[in-house]
């Protein structure tokens, strides 16, 4: 089970009550219901109400007993085991600094160093069997460098498994193993479905110990824990150990709705929080794995950005979401549809982009060479572009795909809106500030300090190279934009600025003064 390290933690308390209201008894001349008979009215319908809210309310289950036996049979463990290349280490006398002996009993430990040896190591994990011809789920860090791997069923028999396909990526990986009789199997489910606070299961091999079967519930989801491209994480406060890894994650109908695969813990054991990999990731990868025996993500070729409030005012999005496009690949799906650095990509392929980091997860699992629709922010307008998703090759060359004409040569020019100075780029430039053949756009020479530019890291020797998602043609032409604006009532003003070994989009404050 993999553990990272210890961060802040917050707990949420949150409840909810039942409140009852009536309006006061009508006045009447001696016909109407009487306060005792409005007093058991009122009193009836809460009682009627609070039995409704209850029985929508799903009571919690009284035993998870009927559901583990079932589910236990299809859990198995993982045992592997793999050559390590070792050294003898003696004792080493423990003398105070700076002792007269210590580089003499360094010396003689070195001189008498035993010769490298090679060792076997195990270690065990968790996984859950898919399909009764032998197919089974765990992951990437369990079998990991394994020479041998064994799958050991509920009834302690083992069963040397084969390693199908593997993918860092997600931390998961496929075995195979050939068993005399079909084997107990379990199904996916859809890890979308699960609310925060709905019940799970998880099932493992904590510590060793095999067939350990403990409950919880959803604490969170879409856990970004930085372990890799495609966090997505469900929370639990399911116990989940170390040997958990790769073991099942289970909904009450027992599908499997995430594959445990790392713990937040101080110490090493639990502490109720634990992280799986939703279904939604697993099963497409598992069955690409099962297929072919690797996994092919879809690539759109752009390179983005988060939509900031302050880029949101300038763009005129009513919100801050979706996906910025800061630089576009030459040659790659994007270009070829017709993306370009400063849209706004807020939903691909029918599925809603809220944020940046939620669009590659969401190309990667596009199948490669599908045509889909791309709804893009620009100019102040939603548009539509059909895009055909390329493979994801991790050798693709970063390129830059703004290209601007037409400039003046010796034009520079003070923007005291923005405390900064442009100047088109001369071949004196290029040498002063290192700027390639290819540069374009216009260099900043001077920058004030404390002014706008400043406050975003902007420096002298960056190039502007667009304003508002327009080229940045020239100075004048930049001056003029950031007067229109200003007096179109934006607060900042929009650049492409490249530089400091990025292109970058920064919603620059406008100074009033």
Known sequence: MKAIRPGRSVSLLGGRRAQGSAGEPEANSGTGIGVLDWLAAVTLGMVVALGAADANAKAPPETFADLAETLLPAVVNISTTQTVEGRGTPDFPQLPPGSPFEEFFKEFFDRNQPQQRRRRATSLGSGFIIDSTGYVVTNYHVIQDADEIKVILQDDSRLEATLVGRDPKTDLAVLKVEPSQPLPSVNWGESDDVRVGDWVLAIGNPFGLGGTVTAGILSARGRDINTGPYDDFLQTDASINRGNSGGPMFNLNGDVVGVNTAIFSPSGGSVGIGFAIPSAIAEPVVSQLIKTGQVRRGWLGVHIQTVTEEIAETLGLEEAKGAL???????????????????????????????????????????????VDVILWRNNEKMTLQVTVGELDAEEEEQLA?????????????????????????????????????????VVTEVAEGGPASEKGIRPGDVVVEVSQEDAASPTQVAKLVDAARDAGRKSVLLLVEGQGRLRFEAVRIDEG
Request: aromatic share 4%; no cysteine; proline share 2%.
């Open 325 to 371: 496009v800061a630089s576009v690949i030459k040659e790659g799906p994007a270009e070829e549809s017709g993306i370009t650095a400063g849209d706004v990509i807020v939903e691909f392929d029918g599925r809603e982009v809220g944020d940046m980091r939620k669009l590659p997860r969401i190309v990667a699992d596009t199948e490669v060479g599908k045509t």
């Open 402 to 442: 703004a290209r601007t004409e037409g400039r003046e040569e010796g034009d520079e020019r003070t923007i005291t809106g923005l405390g900064f100075t442009l100047s088109v780029i001369t071949d004196s430039l290029r040498e002063q500030f290192n700027l390639g053949e290819e540069a374009k756009g216009l």
